[in-house]
């Protein structure tokens, strides 16, 4: 009964994705997570993900290379960062209605919204590469275009806050994350200034004043950005 079960939900699930579901163990594993695996059910789709992951940074990366010819590597780095995100991988599964059909052990059945972010992410991931597998790549790029393509528009992307930005540049430059330090805090108590010096490997620090630590972490963080060409402040 089980079996009949998960095979209805595959065809469901074939109609959803517009992709021909053939190897129903493969799409199967590509839908489980480990914490069933864990139960001793099937394996999950760790590995799956893993390559989804790769396939999916291929084909936004290609997409964004043509798309905007005169961005450096720097600006083509935040906009596939914001692209792969859990954020946006996790609102595709959302469109998609991919949570409906993850198989998952008893414990993580209670979790909810927020804290399923991240399982809704890696099943958007897994699903690529089951759909790569089985059908190749130009059928991974169709479907990749067909549910992030108004994502790839230069307003919905651009519009990224100048810390996480930065941690995005920075993490592409190497394990290290941009370091934050209070330098100075003047002005009464109830109204202070802060001052914060942002350092990231390789790269002169910047400096930012706020009436907060976060309004002056942003500002240290934009004047790094700035200067490597690869921040333009909104209007």
Known sequence: MARVKREK???ELQERIGVPIRDKERFERALTHASLSSEGGAKSYERLEFLGDRVLGLVIAERLFGQFPDADE???????????????CAEIADEIGLFDYVRQGSDLKKLKGERTKNIRADLVESLIAAIYLGEGLETARDFITRHWGERLDADVVARRDPKTALQEWAHQRGPVAPRYETIDRSGPDHEPVFTIRVAVDGVEPGEGQGRSK??????????????????????
Do not use: C, M, T, Y
Request: charged content about 30%.
């Open 9 to 11: 939900a595959l065809d």
């Open 74 to 88: 720097g600006e083509l780095s935040l906009r596939l960062n914001a692209l792969v995100s859990a954020d946006a």
């Open 214 to 235: 976060r309004i002056a972490e942003q500002e240290a963080a934009a004047a790094v950005l700035r200067r490597e060409g690869i921040w333009k402040d909104q209007d």
